[in-house]
């Protein structure tokens, strides 16, 4: 499938009550500060350059972010964290992430979250995010990304479990039981394709010092560095 043909079936995607009646009830009572906005209260596409040798998954949408914008880590916390770091790498054409008409163009890299649509209190179960499984996998084979990056370890254990289901898309790891989520890992999946992780930007973890700008330009650092990187008949190994 393309990514318009994964998009025209995402955006018509109410499999999950829960998340439906919650992102449509968000979109429709809004947040004072953004009462003069159109919510967007839809699910979520990816966003980004669709020949991306980087591939960065997150959580989900913000109620208030990108539930409101309907782009990735866009209006929020996160994104006012991610967007910088993203510029500072040479990703993002601009630092900041405002709205889908603000002009912004990611090079060589592409983003997309676990599950598409706003949870309350931020945490989708995990039916809602095998429910969402499907436009990841699909986003993945047709883009064939050389490096992904997974934002906290609920991406992380999502793309792994992806990994691990055998069925055609992108590669198959046979052992994962090395594989283990700490900020910064770096593993070689195969010959030619890298998993990285990082704590997500969350402002939980950026107020708190756990990710520090530091930190996180580190990850984007290592990212351009595997870009440029030869294939190698090594497996799963961390670095």
């Given at each position: 499938?393309?990514?318009?043909?994964?998009?025209?079936?995402?955006?018509?995607?109410?499999?999950?009550?829960?998340?439906?009646?919650?992102?449509?009830?968000?979109?429709?009572?809004?947040?004072?500060?953004?009462?003069?906005?159109?919510?967007?209260?839809?699910?979520?596409?990816?966003?980004?350059?669709?020949?991306?040798?980087?591939?960065?998954?997150?959580?989900?949408?913000?109620?208030?972010?990108?539930?409101?914008?309907?782009?990735?880590?866009?209006?929020?916390?996160?994104?006012?964290?991610?967007?910088?770091a993203l510029y500072r790498a040479g990703f993002a054409s601009q630092p900041n992430s405002i709205s889908r008409e603000d002009g912004l163009i990611l090079t060589n890299l592409y983003t997309a979250p676990m599950c598409r649509c706003a949870p309350p209190d931020n945490k989708p179960t995990p039916q809602e995010i095998a429910n969402c499984r499907p436009y990841l996998e699909g986003e993945l084979e047709f883009i064939q990304p050389k490096v992904i990056v997974?934002?906290?370890?609920?991406?992380?254990?999502?793309?792994?479990?992806?990994?691990?289901?055998?069925?055609?898309?992108?590669?198959?790891?046979?052992?994962?039981?090395?594989?283990?989520?700490?900020?910064?890992?770096?593993?070689?999946?195969?010959?030619?394709?890298?998993?990285?992780?990082?704590?997500?930007?969350?402002?939980?973890?950026?107020?708190?010092?756990?990710?520090?700008?530091?930190?996180?330009?580190?990850?984007?650092?290592?990212?351009?560095?595997?870009?440029?990187?030869?294939?190698?008949?090594?497996?799963?190994?961390?670095?």
């Amino acid at each position: 499938m393309t990514l318009q043909e994964i998009n025209e079936e995402l955006l018509a995607c109410r499999r999950c009550a829960r998340l439906v009646e919650w992102r449509e009830r968000v979109a429709l009572e809004k947040r004072r500060a953004y009462r003069d906005w159109e919510y967007w209260g839809k699910p979520v596409p990816g966003f980004g350059d669709q020949r991306a040798g980087v591939f960065v998954i997150g959580l989900a949408p913000g109620a208030h972010g990108s539930n409101r914008t309907g782009r990735q880590f866009t209006g929020d916390a996160s994104g006012d964290f991610l967007y910088p770091a993203l510029y500072r790498a040479g990703f993002a054409s601009q630092p900041n992430s405002i709205s889908r008409e603000d002009g912004l163009i990611l090079t060589n890299l592409y983003t997309a979250p676990m599950c598409r649509c706003a949870p309350p209190d931020n945490k989708p179960t995990p039916q809602e995010i095998a429910n969402c499984r499907p436009y990841l996998e699909g986003e993945l084979e047709f883009i064939q990304p050389k490096v992904i990056v997974a934002l906290g370890k609920i991406a992380f254990d999502g793309v792994l479990r992806i990994l691990t289901m055998d069925n055609g898309q992108l590669i198959t790891i046979r052992d994962r039981s090395a594989i283990i989520f700490f900020h910064n890992a770096i593993y070689q999946l195969d010959a030619g394709h890298w998993l990285l992780a990082s704590y997500h930007p969350s402002r939980q973890n950026t107020q708190t010092g756990r990710l520090t700008v530091k930190m996180f330009d580190q990850v984007w650092e290592n990212a351009r560095c595997l870009l440029m990187q030869p294939a190698s008949k090594s497996g799963p190994s961390p670095m």
